[in-house]
């Protein structure tokens, strides 16, 4: 056993509360400090649901600390295919995986509370309406406000910033000589929609599914909630034509929903009130390194990695975070500055990999979904990794269900794998034979190269 | 004539002078804030001096407001040609562009001050020892705090950060939706050494040349100053083998440049004070934009585009940027969110294309510099280009002679021109027939490519 250490969280979001759990565990004294106030009591956002897609790293990080069977059954909807709608309505399908492979929608806020609570009953303390106001680097010593302008000063062996993609612990670093940093906004943003449940409670697309509306540059997409709702998402660009500044009129939106999601507005009675109150949000990539200091302070989560949506993975990546930190706990017992070095020296090329990988994934969502060839090759690999499966794993299933690949070995086999996949989609006709044996056994040729 | 406007610079470095230069001209009321004190009153560095290489970017942005030939005649050393120095102290050269075309030694103490003096006669209010604290983007006031704490309230109708690659105007910007942002330190930094005047007062190197040790991963080069001494920079990794952390007795820096640096060693007398007191600074790359908000502030120079020194072209980019404005101003009239909107548009591409270009000739003059295939290609380049002067400009001479070229230009010209030269280097024996009318004929013939 480990000595006790007093340890101090920014922020007790997702990552922030699991890693309480995982510091708690181990017998540290953790104290998270949160700049919103507590949302358990505060229903702050009025019921607006944010939900997110739990894969198998996220639950591999949960069912270590015992949380995995009770989120899955108290809050999950498995999503086993993405169904994607054309403009006309109709619907083609994609598989997440093999038979009951699945991605599981959750809301947000409802899995952040059952965390927190969990958190609380290890004997964390969470402080919340306190922002940092102070972070001391070499002593890991921060200073922390509350609405009232009152502060607190809090002294503790280690400091982990786990205050998201707009980190005050980071932002501290970043003054820092060799710090690097950096924050790209994308061209595109989002907007939240609702599809709500049918008159009889009945959920009005198919239910255990992702649908997206994929539309080359931009694109609509709809997960499940356990009340029969769909969440809906539209990303789309901000400036230029089409873009939400280009849709300058609830009118002129609705007018270009009915042109290219008329099954989806269909279902969105509240369309213009959606439309008009919930904000144009903006989509950040973050990077930086080192993600530790002098072996007193550490970023976690988003703090550290911030990414885009598209592959489901920003929750999942954060949750990791704290499993591998955890396992090199084991390794490293007492010696932290070690710790911290080995934690950040593993942890940045997969922080790195799945920002690639989710930006890649979006252009694969918007616009190849929509292509014959790309649903093809997806079926042909599909196929194949199903008879060989251990000569095949396709990279969607690399990221989302095998938790044993690191990230960046997924990203890399995934461009081995998309170099040999286009010499099989070169073949004359490859359309009609794609189930030949002479496919089979070209992939099984090309399979020994990977 | 425009309207005249009271405009705020942060920075009396030497874009935020050069840039109330031209702002005053045009009849606007400029007060420049500086956060260090005088540089003309207090000789703050001891006299150490760092010499920066002024080209003709830079001298086009002088000429424009009368200060090329003053500034050409008071303090600027030609440099003709690089001089490279083996480990056995031999010498091979390479001239920078054609016959008397030639890069300039300037202290960027003395430049500055010259061009504060200048600013002051034309009525710019310089007040020193002030550092922004507060910035208001949408109004463009500030307020500036001097050493004594008391704060001064600034409003001006324009604020412009010319406050260099830590700008405490950029920082408040960073902190606005869909800022993209990046700070990236190189994994080498630089230390400063000396080699002093002759005995007589006389240089101890070639007086108009650029010195450049080249070792492949690191280097160290020479450049000279008016008072016959030479400013030495070490560009070093700062971590690994070998590298600043590696060399971490004086006794150890000495062995290695005895055996690296053997013919600079024996002309630095103060070798051993330079290593102890001369600090390991590093090196940083920092992008973002936009470089403008809403019509009222303005990020120019190093605020906007921070880059590595190994093109000589920071502040000649920098002083680019204010020569384009000036352009852009007669364009836009009293029209600034007009005018705003074109600059960082047109120059946005130029500074990325000059922090690439940057990074490259680092690895061309620690590197390449000793090769003998690179240094031939270089010549084949050169006596084309001097035989067919409209057919060819290599893109050495496009970034520092040919200033009517944009960085950008010559960045995508260089990388065609380097695809055609890799042809002709691949010729058989081509080190033999380098100069026969078959090499001219081909790059003839390949020239039509570009």
């Known amino acids: 056993m480990s000595e006790s250490k007093q340890i101090t969280i920014a922020g007790a979001g997702l990552v922030g509360s699991l890693l309480s759990i995982y510091l708690s565990k181990r017998g540290h004294q953790v104290s998270i400090y949160e700049r919103r106030p507590d949302a358990r009591k505060n229903l702050l956002d009025g019921g607006r649901s944010i939900n997110l897609a739990l894969s198998d790293r996220g639950l591999?990080?949960?069912?270590?600390?015992?949380?995995?069977?009770?989120?899955?059954?108290?809050?999950?909807?498995?999503?086993?295919?993405?169904?994607?709608?054309?403009?006309?309505?109709?619907?083609?399908?994609?598989?997440?995986?093999?038979?009951?492979?699945?991605?599981?929608?959750?809301?947000?806020?409802?899995?952040?509370?059952?965390?927190?609570?969990?958190?609380?009953?290890h004997g964390v303390q969470i402080h919340f309406s306190h922002a940092a106001s102070e972070i001391d680097l070499d002593s890991a010593a921060a200073v922390f406000k509350?609405?009232?302008?009152?502060?607190?000063?809090?002294?503790?062996?280690?400091?982990?910033?786990?205050?998201?993609?707009?980190?005050?612990?980071?932002?501290?670093?970043?003054?820092?000589?060799?710090?690097?940093?950096?924050?790209?906004?994308?061209?595109?943003?989002?907007?939240?929609?609702?599809?709500?449940?049918?008159?009889?409670?009945?959920?009005?697309?198919?239910?255990?599914?992702?649908?997206?509306?994929p539309?080359?540059?931009?694109?609509?997409?709809?997960?499940?909630?356990?009340?029969?709702?769909?969440?809906?998402?539209?990303?789309?660009?901000?400036?230029?034509?089409?873009?939400?500044?280009?849709?300058?009129?609830?009118?002129?939106?609705?007018?270009?929903?009915?042109?290219?999601f008329g099954d989806a507005l269909n279902l969105m009675p509240n369309f213009d009130?959606?439309?008009?109150?919930?904000p144009d949000s903006s989509l950040v990539i973050i990077r930086c390194y080192p993600w530790t200091r002098k072996g007193k302070v550490a970023l976690i989560g988003d703090a550290s990695h911030a990414i885009v949506p598209f592959y489901g993975q920003g929750m999942n990546a954060g949750f990791e975070d704290c499993f591998?930190?955890?396992?090199?706990?084991?390794?490293?017992?007492?010696?932290?500055?070690?710790?911290?070095?080995?934690?950040e020296k593993e942890r940045k090329p997969d922080g790195d990999a799945i920002a690639d990988l989710a930006m890649r994934n979006f252009v694969e969502m918007r616009d190849l979904t929509g292509d014959a060839d790309f649903l093809l090759q997806k079926k042909i690999e599909g196929r194949f990794s199903e008879k060989y499966p251990d000569k095949w794993t396709p990279l969607y299933s690399l990221v989302t269900f095998s938790p044993e690949v690191r990230y960046s070995e997924a990203l890399a086999l995934g461009k081995r794998q998309d170099a040999l996949m286009a010499e099989i989609m070169a073949l004359p006709n490859i359309h009609q034979f794609w189930d030949s044996e002479e496919v089979e056994q070209k992939m099984l040729a090309l399979a020994e190269r990977l």
Not at 180 to 204: D, M
Not at 273 to 278: L, Q, S
Request: a negative charge; one cysteine or more.
């Open 60 to 121: 591999q990080a949960l069912a270590k600390v015992g949380l995995e069977e009770r989120v899955l059954k108290e809050m999950a909807i498995p999503m086993y295919r993405r169904v994607m709608h054309d403009r006309a309505g109709n619907l083609s399908y994609q598989p997440y995986g093999k038979e009951g492979q699945a991605i599981n929608s959750v809301s947000r806020a409802g899995l952040n509370m059952l965390m927190m609570d969990e958190a609380e009953k």
């Open 146 to 213: 509350n609405e009232e302008g009152q502060s607190k000063e809090v002294k503790g062996d280690f400091l982990f910033g786990a205050d998201g993609a707009f980190s005050a612990v980071r932002s501290v670093m970043q003054k820092t000589d060799r710090f690097s940093y950096s924050q790209e906004y994308i061209e595109h943003g989002y907007k939240e929609l609702e599809i709500p449940a049918g008159p009889n409670g009945e959920f009005l697309l198919e239910k255990n599914a992702l649908h997206i509306w």
């Open 215 to 260: 539309r080359g540059s931009y694109m609509l997409i709809a997960l499940p909630n356990p009340d029969a709702s769909f969440t809906c998402t539209l990303f789309f660009p901000m400036d230029g034509d089409p873009s939400f500044a280009s849709l300058d009129t609830t009118a002129k939106a609705r007018a270009f929903f009915e042109k290219e």
């Open 273 to 278: 009130k959606d439309w008009e109150e919930n």
């Open 324 to 343: 591998v930190l955890d396992r090199l706990m084991d390794e490293y017992g007492d010696d932290w500055s070690g710790l911290f070095e080995a934690y």
